[in-house]
């Protein structure tokens, strides 16, 4: 059986999602969590930019961005047809494009010496609201199944609330909140966020 080489980081969003995916998929993987201040050579000899996640495959192939891993992951085996829903793709990129930008600066305004970053907690609480709407129709983000939004989406969401958990919790905004606890509490998130004393490990 092939097994492939992973190189990710434990609470970097990417990473989780494509955790998520390549387990749900049931691809053999070796997970190195890797130490930013230190990066393995074999990992930038692969991928140059650095960052994580980073999808080696048996035949040397690379996957380096978090998207092309969960939908390499998902042609090879998608059992509950997450690749066949509709609507995903753009909720995907307005997460990763508008909100994201909104979340870092919001959690890290230092970061961005030069900008004003007094109304990216407001920026960003436009798509909580948007999520919100939908998750007020159906448990999940495109129905009442677990889908590939959601566990694109949910790692970004968890990280939002997580920079002031006080304010999140008391938003008005209870079908969304009820969503990221259930992908919080779910055995696949469990599973993945797991903390390893020794890496690498085998993801499945």
């Not at 059986?1 to 955790?19: K, V």
């Not at 201040?37 to 048996?58: D, F, R």
């Not at 508008?98 to 407001?122: I, S």
Request: with cysteine.
């Amino acid at each position: 059986m092939e097994n492939h080489t992973l190189y990710s980081y434990r609470r970097c969003p990417y990473a989780m999602r494509a955790r998520m995916a390549l387990f749900m998929a049931r691809i053999p993987c070796t997970v190195h969590d890797i130490d930013f201040k230190n990066k393995p050579e074999e990992m930038l000899k692969a991928s140059p930019k650095g960052t994580v996640p980073v999808l080696i495959l048996e035949d040397g192939t690379v996957i380096e961005e978090s998207l092309d891993i969960i939908y390499w992951a998902l042609q090879q085996n998608d059992p509950d047809g997450w690749l066949m829903a509709q609507g995903y793709e753009g909720l995907i990129a307005e997460n990763d494009e508008m909100f994201k930008a909104a979340l870092d600066r919001y959690k890290y305004p230092n970061r961005f010496p030069d900008e004003d970053c007094a109304n990216a907690r407001e920026q960003g609480l436009v798509f909580l609201q948007k999520l919100n709407d939908k998750l007020a129709a159906h448990a999940f983000l495109l129905n009442d199944q677990k889908g590939i939004a959601d566990i694109c989406i949910f790692p970004f969401i968890r990280q939002f609330a997580n920079v002031d958990r006080e304010w999140y919790e008391a938003l008005d905004l209870k079908p969304l909140q009820n969503w990221l606890n259930t992908n919080l509490k779910s055995d696949l998130f469990q599973h993945i966020i797991k903390k390893y004393q020794e890496t690498p490990y085998c993801l499945i």
